[in-house]
């Protein structure tokens, strides 16, 4: 019943910037802490950033820390990523993610999470 979908990933330069956008279904959307993973080609799936069901609570991994921005909008049952200063290292699959007891505020890992969306391709290149 769960469905989370990931859009807005593509071909940015080095430097540019992306907002990402994660439509949740199926949920109590409100309610839910929800965070943002990313995977590169032949590397472990990695933990991006958080937010609390309120909002008001963010978390971000150290490599995106001051670049990347999480935010919700409840009313919309969507979740975004606004990702600036973006760099060649950045390339990967993004996927957005919750489950039913993360909590805000800490780093997530991927392998307690319950719902993913099937991701979105974001590539950094000139």
């Known amino acids: 019943q769960v469905q989370l979908v990931e859009s807005g990933g593509g071909l940015v330069q080095p430097g540019g910037s992306l907002r990402l956008s994660c439509a949740a279904s199926?949920?109590?959307?409100?309610?839910?802490?929800m965070g943002w993973f990313r995977q590169a080609p032949g590397k472990e799936r990695e933990f991006v950033g958080a937010?609390?069901?309120?909002?008001?609570?963010?978390y971000y991994a150290d490599s995106v820390k001051g670049r990347f921005t999480i935010s919700r909008d409840n009313a919309k049952n969507m979740v975004y990523l606004q990702m600036n200063s973006l760099k060649s290292e950045d390339t990967a699959v993004y996927y957005c993610?919750?489950?039913?007891?993360?909590?805000?505020?800490?780093?997530?890992?991927?392998?307690?999470?319950?719902?993913w969306g099937k991701g979105t391709l974001v590539t950094v290149s000139s």
């Open positions: 199926g949920l109590t959307f409100r309610t839910y802490n």
């Open positions: 993610a919750t489950s039913l007891t993360v909590v805000a505020g800490v780093a997530w890992q991927a392998n307690g999470m319950d719902y």
């Open positions: 937010i609390s069901w309120s909002g008001g609570n963010t």
